[in-house]
């Protein structure tokens, strides 16, 4: 061991990545045996390896550059998965519980310290500003099991920036004391700078985003400009003398509704967070956690246990106590309390504050015993704030459970959604709107297909398909989804695709319209009138001008007796999924008749959509629709096939209303489920196996309309 030590502690920045990506690798799969969370796993590991134990590695300066960058993912993150419209329905629960959270662990601490560790008043208050404070410490395992969105994170989450920023304020108030910037112009100065920095921020970053993410696809690139932007957003926050990880809070906040937390882009910030940012600041944090200051006395465990106990004891009465106002269940109230009891980052920048702060010569705020204190106080308060976070999460899955029981099983559900792709231009389009209408909780593949004419070019076409595909699957890779591909040789395109659907036994179908007009001037293209005429299924054909993360309302038109169809649910689901997931508006045009039902449908399946309902009287009003739809919009229109209850003549001049009034703009034209199960393709005298895109009525009509304009002249 003495040996050993002579190579202690290790400098060479090879190995000490090395020994990071050990802890990293190994700590989940030991804690995972122990059945602890590996979050504990990782700040003892640091504990063990740190100065203050085995003395292996040093906190150098890339514990502090990947520490201070895993504290902001871990805001940057909470801010983009919240859900802002419970956020805006429930901001006076925020704003209490954020309240009662700071308050209360603050009275406590500092009444505390004053009358039992017999601390000065200056020292009582810093105290209690950081017990007031927490860190969101165990948000990965909220990320792990899924719950983002439940009402109880989301309220963790905003009471501890409200409560975090609250104490900021008083240790500015504290700061500026001993210092003597007490004055009016202080406070003044810094509310200027501060709505000066959230101005701009809500003003700025948003064109920005969306400047960007219309322009640039490429993976790396958006990856690179949202941190960047979080970044900025931080340094900002510093800049105005707020802690960085407000700027990063804010950031994740305005950019929420250009990450869709189902896309490619969301995988890959949580990927790389998770995998390395996090863990390396959780191993730092441990790092700071000297143990042996336990054993100097009976005095110093003393104080480490009034610090603990009077914190944690206050962050639960807040949270039991608001959950019972809130009327929340007693789970609620175990995540409200297993989030915000916890502290790290926060709580040693508010010591470091502390020791600068001079009282007297030569004597300091912060002395070694309230740091030795704080310090281990951050070690109980992570482990009793990962393993309630853990059990809370368990109880709340559980229950979601019982609650979802006498519903429909979701194994029922035969979704297996197919994209038939040919474009390159638009085919990672059709992969993003397949991930965002997708069930996540069935977790299921897609279906990529490419049919080529079995002529004397298919070779090279199918190679073509293959390296498409491929393309194609890597994509869906990202987003942590299986995709089954297939290149198909088809002397019928049409048939090709039906052959292909119901050997993958696939659900609905979603394509492009075709781009190339001089191929195919028609609007539907050369096969598609035959596809929905022969299968009964859901198609979905799409039209993009602009990706689909900067669109700001979807604006469906549906055709009266809708509602009737077999497939009005499957629709309805699948646009309410994308409207959630795009966190953008969608309105509905429609009859009473079929809005009320869409309204309660939306109302018992996705309340937090925020959906709106017009009157529109009759199907001839859609041209009138077009003044309406801005180019961050996509049109969908809801069709029928000849001979449905909800068909109308009105539909024949759809192919040209489209054309005429809706030309570059994005268009989504959705032909429903008719029979349930497709039937197999037959031909009798009286169902016919092709339909014109405009009939010799339609023609003649035309004429007549042209030659009349003539005359006038």
Known sequence: MIFLSTYFPITSPTLIFFVVLIIILFAPIIMGKLRIPHIIGMVLAGMLIGQNGLNVLTRDSSFELFGKVGLLYIMFLAGLEMDLESVKKNSRRFLVFGLLTCLIPLALTYGMSRWLLEYSHTASFLLGCIMASNTLIAYPIITRYGLQRDSSVMLSVGSSMLSLFLSLMMLAALSAAYKG????????????????????????????????????????????FVLSAMFLSAALSEAVGVEGIVGAFLSGLILNRYIPHVSPLMNRIEFIGNALFIPYFLIGVGM????????????????????????????????????????????????????????????????????????????????????????????????????????????????????????????????????????????????????????????????????????????????????????????????DIRMQTQVRLASNIANGIKHAFRE?????????????????????????????????????????????????????????????????????ERLSRMASNLDCRIQFHGRNESLELIREYINNHHPSVRAEYTFMGHWNELPTLAANINDDHMFVVITARKGTISYKSALERLPNELQQHFSGKNLMILFPDQYGDAKEESMTFTAAQHQEESSVYDTIARWIHSKSKKVRK
Not at 508 to 532: C, R
């Open 181 to 224: 910037d007490t004055g009016i112009g202080f406070w003044l100065l810094f509310l200027l700078k501060f709505a000066a920095f959230l101005a701009v921020l809500a003003w700025t970053l948003p064109k920005l985003a969306r400047y960007f993410l219309r322009r640039y696809s490429d993976a790396v690139m958006q990856y690179i």
């Open 288 to 479: 700071l956690i000297n143990v042996r200051t336990l054993f100097e006395g009976v005095h110093m465990l003393w104080i480490v246990t009034m610090i603990a106990f009077f914190g944690t004891f206050g962050k639960a009465v807040a949270a039991y106590l608001s959950s019972l106002l809130f009327r929340l269940p007693k789970s609620a109230g175990n995540m409200m309390f297993g989030l915000t009891c916890a502290h790290a980052a926060g709580a040693i920048a508010m010591v470091m504050v502390g020791m600068q702060l001079e009282v007297s010569p030569g004597v300091y705020l912060v002395n070694d015993e309230i740091l030795n204190g704080v310090v281990i106080m951050i070690l109980i308060t992570c482990i009793i704030s990962t393993l309630m976070t853990q059990h809370a999460s368990q109880q709340i899955i559980l229950a979601n459970r019982e609650a979802n029981t006498g519903m429909e099983a979701r194994d029922s559900d035969d979704e297996k959604i197919m994209l038939c792709v040919k474009y390159p231009e638009i085919a990672p389009q059709l992969l993003e709107l397949a991930i965002m209408v997708r069930n996540e909780q069935l977790n299921r593949g897609l279906v990529a297909l490419n049919v080529v004419y079995d002529d004397a070019l298919s070779a090279s076409h199918r190679e073509q398909g293959l390296q498409l595909l491929e393309r194609l699957q890597q994509r869906a890779a990202a987003s």
């Open 504 to 572: 993958f036994g696939a659900s609905e179908i979603i394509m492009g319209m075709h781009v190339h007009t001089d191929v195919n001037p028609k609007f539907w293209g050369e096969f598609i009138q035959s596809l929905y005429n022969g299968l009964n299924r859901q198609i979905v054909l799409t039209r993009f001008v602009q990706p689909l993360n900067t669109l700001r309302r979807i604006q469906v038109a549906v055709p009266s007796r809708a509602e009737f169809e077999p497939g009005f649910h499957r629709w309805l």
